[in-house]
């Protein structure tokens, strides 16, 4: 009998192994026997709870104690002995039987934090895993990198400045490596990429955290989709990073740095969510996804590594100025005029785009003053160095302004120099 019924009890269980579907035994007791009624069970099947009440077995009342070692281990069953049913034929004295008082009763303790209370009258979801803060860090993550990524794809767009830490304004610093031939995929800027990425990544995570909420062990498509995104955008970051070490050599970006750390950081955060079976089964795909999304940003990046394949000790570049085309206002002589007599200096590079730039926003006239100091006076060529007052001066980037003692990196508006240089800002209308 024994056999019989926890075998029915095992064959319908629709989620997890071993966990018994009550329903699935439903049967009427013998007239001749006495039964038992498993009552008030919290199924977990699919951890959804449901109470399945007065479900009858053919097991005999001798058998509390199989029973209990059958299934205490999963869950809290009350078995509660019923009353002999003689064989009357009177439905309505077999239903008194079923709710007849109790004179023999065996309770197995539920599992820690079980509660009598169904799920949906707690105001919210359960979520046995714990895995809510989990996505909810995911998503501050992943907001992070939007935020991040919507700045940059901002300034490409309006062609402002960015605001970088390292290497600010400088050769190799972090504007000339968003604006170099790496920084756009097909003509759109790769941080429009990074917001779209980033942006998916938030949807996925409370899309997965609605799901373990409401159903924590039911197979999860944005579960594995959030997943999918997170390993390609480490993949896609290793990549670049790649890029910024051995292409970009001496370069320093602090957003494609940032970038790549938090790429990482979602991917790990996510794996967290997975249990060990569903991790050796995603091993294999994400490695072919993270192998798929370096070939196609290889060959995608194809045509920049072949226009740049030219070693640096190749170039040779002539000590040739760009010519200053704008006028200068007066309140920017007046400020060039107030910079030398306090001795500030400009250190620049002829081939430096911001410094050609910052030249063009004081203008011809006003350039005459400004003190300006070539740190490649001699032209750009193979084993040249900085000329010895830009070494002095311990420039690491162009254009360098030096006021007052303190160095300030990457292209100045006026006003921001009038500032700094304690000129009257109220004067500058640019």
Known sequence: MIAMATSALAAKAPCLAGIPNPASIAARPSSSSRALVVHNYWSLDCNTRRR???VCTRITSDSILQLRREFGAHSGIHVQRMVQVRASGDSRREANADTSSVSERARIPEPEGSSDTPASTSGRPSDPEGNGALYWLIGGLASIGALETAYLTYEKLTGGPVACGLGAGGVGGCSDVLDSEYGTLFGVPLSLFGLAAYSLVLIL???TRSDQASNPSAPSLNKWLLLAATSAMTAASGYFMYILNFKLTGATCTYCVGSAVLSTSLLLATLTGFKGPDLRKAVAPQLGLSLAVVLALSLAFADVRSASAGSPDDIDLAPVEPEITTVSSSAGTALAKHLK???????????CSHCF???QAFGQEAMQYVDYVEC????????????KPCVDAKIEGFPTWVIDGKLISGEQDLKQLAIVSKFDPSTITQ
């Open 376 to 387: 490649y006076p001699d032209g750009y060529r193979r084993n040249v160095t900085l000329a």
């Open 357 to 359: 730039e910052q030249k």
């Open 52 to 54: 399945h009440q007065n």
């Open 205 to 207: 995570s409370q899309l």
């Open 341 to 351: 007599s306090i001795g500030a200096k400009m250190y620049g590079a002829f081939w």
